[in-house]
């Protein structure tokens, strides 16, 4: 091989490499993935007046099981949230007890990963609370989110948005848990159902 054809291939192969970061950047703007999984996105909460997208946290659904989920007197039980904008053949939530507490899997959450909400089965009872705990680090820092979702009314519903902290390094990600647990009742039942991400940051 020439040098001359030596020097071409290099240029070449150097051009071909910007323009396939190029691209990669192009493709990851706005709604980024950086280097987090791909992500299946689709409008769960368009009946609810809330037409982002959002993709589910992992085995959120619970209709295979909790994969990854930390649980505490916490299990998957029949009876899926009424709306079942996930599937029509959705048929499980996971149950949690007064004592329980259940936290997703460590998410990578790329840049404008925002904000969350999900179903919940609310046990109807005077100042029951369902706490949900946001843990995210990245780097050397970590932040916390803490909101409480009322007990008082009887059945399933739909959650505010719920933002997440956001204090990605720069590498543009950061890696979050969500922890659910009812608190302020030794009796009161949660069930909880397609804990969800909205990739945009729109709260
Ligand atoms: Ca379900």
Redesign the pocket.
Known sequence: MTRRLTRWIARVTGLAVVLAAGTVASQASPAAAATCPARTLSKPFSSFGDTNDYFLAPDA???SGTGSWALSSASVVSG??PWKV?GST????LKLNASGTATTPSMCIATAEDSMRFFYRSPGVAGAKLHVHIHVTSGVNVATNDYDVDGTVAGWAVSQRIMLPDIRDASGMQTITITFQPRNSSTATWQL??VSIDPWRTV
């Open positions: 659904t619970f209709e899926n949230e996930f959705h048929a499980k939530s159902d397609d």
